[in-house]
């Protein structure tokens, strides 16, 4: 079972900010947070990630809470092709296995 | 430069057939990864490569999937006599180096199965 839970959908106008929440209560110390999207009929593209500091970089910004139970992700400046499903994963550590583990993400859409 | 590229884009197939699916990686990507996508879901994740070594095959749904790597480039998964519920999105992503607390995964646009 995927260790993150999101709201399914989310509406966001355009060149407004888009801010997807995503709770990870249960995460570990040494677990990062991960975010990808999707675009529809393409693969998943690489967002950003973090540990315990809130990063940037040319896509987003994530900001994770003190007690790393929750993080968002913010899109400061959305356009249309910012629609996409946005997936918050939590990186899995067993044994030698990094597995990321996938839930159903939030189908984000920007509307003009 | 060149991306993740997975062939066939499109497989429809009849029941009970063998499938094969392949990934080229980016080059020089050591770590490779296989998912499924059922519509509408979130990825599955299904095997993934240090090398040419496959440490955990727990996650394929049954034994009639089956995936191999040589030369620590090229992968191809198998699926032997297909079923109807094999039908999604088969996702192959390459990352740099397994082992690192960073993993960027890049993904390939995927191959569609149909098992009718």
């Known amino acids: 079972d995927a260790k993150t839970t999101q709201p399914p959908s989310m509406d966001c106008a355009e060149g407004r900010a888009a801010n997807l929440p995503c709770n990870h209560s249960?995460?570990?110390?040494?677990?990062?947070v991960y975010w990808y999207r999707q675009i529809h009929s393409q693969g998943p593209q690489y967002i950003i990630h973090?540990?315990?500091?809130?990063e940037t970089n040319e896509m987003a910004s994530l900001i994770i809470t003190e007690d790393r139970k929750s993080s968002t992700l913010i899109l400061p400046h959305a356009t249309l092709r910012d629609t996409a499903v946005y997936y918050c994963?939590?990186?899995?550590?067993?044994?030698?296995?990094?597995?990321?583990?996938w839930g159903a993400g939030t189908k984000l859409i920007i509307k003009p | 430069g060149a991306g993740v590229s997975q062939s066939p884009s499109n497989k429809v197939t009849e029941k009970g057939k063998d499938v094969e699916l392949r990934c080229d990686p980016i080059?020089?990507?050591?770590?490779l990864y296989w998912y499924r996508q059922s519509l509408g879901q979130g990825l599955e994740f299904l095997i993934y490569f240090q090398g040419n070594s496959a440490p955990d095959k727990s996650g394929l749904p049954s034994d009639r999937f089956s995936a191999e790597r040589t030369g620590g480039s090229v992968s191809t998964l198998t699926i032997q006599r297909t079923q109807q519920e094999d039908s999604a999105v088969y996702l192959c992503?390459?990352?740099?180096?397994?082992?690192?607390?960073?993993?960027?995964?890049?993904f390939g646009p995927g191959t569609r199965l149909t098992v009718l």
């Open positions: 249960t995460i570990s110390g040494n677990e990062y």
């Open positions: 973090g540990l315990k500091n809130n």
């Open positions: 080059s020089g990507h050591t770590a």
């Open positions: 992503a390459s990352s740099l180096w397994f082992e690192l607390s960073y993993n960027e995964q890049f």
């Open positions: 994963i939590v990186r899995v550590h067993g044994d030698s296995n990094y597995q990321l583990i």
